[in-house]
């Protein structure tokens, strides 16, 4: 009978995926300082990674982006229905 491993190690499971990673800090910088302002050389840089870990886990700085902003976006809507929810039939008060 063949013994059961996990192929994940337990501290792999702790550090974030390259992709989360760059994601994290491309937010961070698009959100401070703009997003034509920041180029991937600054991102991975800031990051940890390499070139290719960007590549691969975005296919272009405009897909990067894009992850951003719809993040950005469900992260707003859900503040919005948060704010709404906690005082229903109360305008002023949302």
Do not use: C, N
Not at 23 to 34: M, N, S
Not at 35 to 50: F, H, K, M, P, S
Not at 55 to 76: G, I, M, N, T, V
């Amino acid at each position: 009978m063949k013994s059961i491993e996990p192929r994940i190690k337990a501290d792999e499971l702790a550090q974030p995926r390259a992709g989360e990673k760059i994601l994290r800090v491309a937010r961070d910088l698009f959100y401070r300082q703009g997003i034509r302002a920041i180029g991937v050389d600054e991102i991975v840089r800031r990051a940890g990674v390499t070139k290719p870990s960007l590549y691969r886990s975005f296919p272009s700085k405009d897909e990067l982006a894009a992850s951003y902003l719809r993040q950005y976006d469900l992260e707003f809507w859900a503040r919005f229905d948060e704010a709404v929810a906690a005082h229903p039939g109360d305008p002023r008060a949302q």
